[in-house]
């Protein structure tokens, strides 16, 4: 049963205290109006704990806003909720993304993820498309969704709030892929849960990379937030040529800086006996964190974003099916995933706000439990890319 306001409340006694769940929790379509966000629907989630969260359709249904009692857990860039029609997936020299990049989770993939590559595209048989330029993070998270359902479903006493909806990637003489997304949340909860299906709807082979890339702000991300995670090794940094030069390591955050450039980690993370990896930010002034909970089997690889700069200031957690070195060396590894037509790839994320300092404690102990994190803020990055087994490859 809902747990709202102090009270276990059941199906009939919610019901005796309003005239419609509205007035507590639910969700609720509505459409942006104005500027580059015109046109752009969303979906507003709410739980009635203060777990508020809204989704865009319109946007691959990726998270867009998600807040605590009033306080904020996703980051907003400066470029607003824009209308994907705005979007040119190869402008600026394949960073045309950074225009429209925003929000709580952007999802990266479906064939193509990292910076911007020109790839073989012979699979397609089509002589006059050898090659596909490809740009930063792939095209999925600015196509619209055909939103197939959403609403709230009692189950007994357990009221499940929730939208489906399928995200087409699809191209004459390319891939055909298709995202199908289902997004819930309970009354009463402080969770949001995601599934993801990924279909080769067409008949060619068909290359497939994916990532989540969930965007932390202000206030949870401040000076002092930690970055929590079980970390086996630290594979790579970008930043390895300046490491210590901005006095930030990849535990500890700052507060916002004039000038700072990006720093990205590669960890390799343990996972817990039921195969699943949990990273967490925490800010402990605030007694408030976020937890992210993903599946090894699905999403073996992690990378740690920060972006420190005035303005910008994010963190980022992102679980990969691929390690950083990108599309090129996934294929020349034999680590890429194929799929051949009608074969599917399954993912599942939890995002887990944690409200006060029992909350934050027992989720710093669960990830502990899994596996400790180097001590220091800098580790040294070992370079070591673990090899991505059991992934078919075509005949070359």
Request: glycine residues 12%; charged residues 20%.
């Amino acid at each position: 049963m809902p747990e709202l306001y102090g009270q276990t409340l059941s199906a009939r006694a919610l019901a005796e205290r309003g005239g419609s769940l509205a007035a507590f929790a639910g969700v609720r379509l509505v459409t942006l109006a104005d500027g580059l966000e015109r046109g752009v629907r969303m979906l507003e989630f709410r739980t009635g704990t203060g777990l508020r969260f809204t989704v865009m359709v319109d946007r691959a249904m990726d998270i867009a806003e998600v807040e605590h009692k009033g306080r904020a857990i996703g980051w907003h860039s400066p470029t607003g909720f824009r209308n994907p029609a705005l979007f040119e997936p190869e402008g600026e020299d394949g960073l045309g993304l950074m225009r429209s990049f925003t929000g709580f989770l952007v999802t990266c993939g479906l064939d193509h993820i990292l910076g911007s590559e020109t790839v073989p595209a012979l699979n397609y048989n089509y002589p006059r498309r050898s090659i596909a330029p490809q740009g930063l993070h792939g095209r999925v998270s600015q196509i619209p969704a055909r939103l197939t359902g959403y609403g709230e479903t009692w189950h007994g006493d357990r009221c499940v709030l929730w939208a489906e909806g399928v995200v087409v990637q699809a191209a004459l003489f390319g891939e055909v892929l298709h995202l199908h997304r289902r997004i819930e949340a309970e009354v009463g909860g402080n969770e949001i849960r995601l599934t993801d299906r990924v279909v080769n709807a067409g008949f060619a082979v068909t290359p497939h990379m994916f990532f989540y890339h969930v965007n932390l702000g202000y206030p949870l991300l401040d000076e002092g937030s930690r970055y929590l995670a079980p970390i086996r090794d630290v594979i790579w940094a970008a930043h390895t040529g300046r490491y210590r030069d901005q006095g930030v390591g990849y535990r500890n955050m700052s507060g916002p800086r004039m000038g700072f450039a990006e720093q990205v980690w590669a960890h390799d993370m343990a996972a817990d006996a039921a195969g699943e990896v949990r990273v967490a930010l925490l800010n402990d002034r605030l007694a408030l964190g976020l937890e992210m909970t993903t599946r090894a089997d699905q999403l073996p690889c992690a990378y740690q974003w920060q972006n420190l700069q005035a303005g910008q200031y994010v963190l980022g957690i992102e679980p990969s099916t691929h390690h950083v070195l990108g599309n090129t060396a996934a294929r020349d590894r034999g680590e890429m995933i194929w799929l051949r037509p009608g074969e599917t790839r399954d993912y599942q994320a939890r995002f887990t706000v944690l409200d006060g300092t029992e909350a934050t404690a027992a989720a710093e102990a669960r990830i502990r439990a899994i596996h400790g994190q180097p001590a220091d803020d800098y580790p040294a990055p070992s370079g070591h890319f673990p090899p991505l087994t059991g992934r078919w490859q075509p005949d070359t």
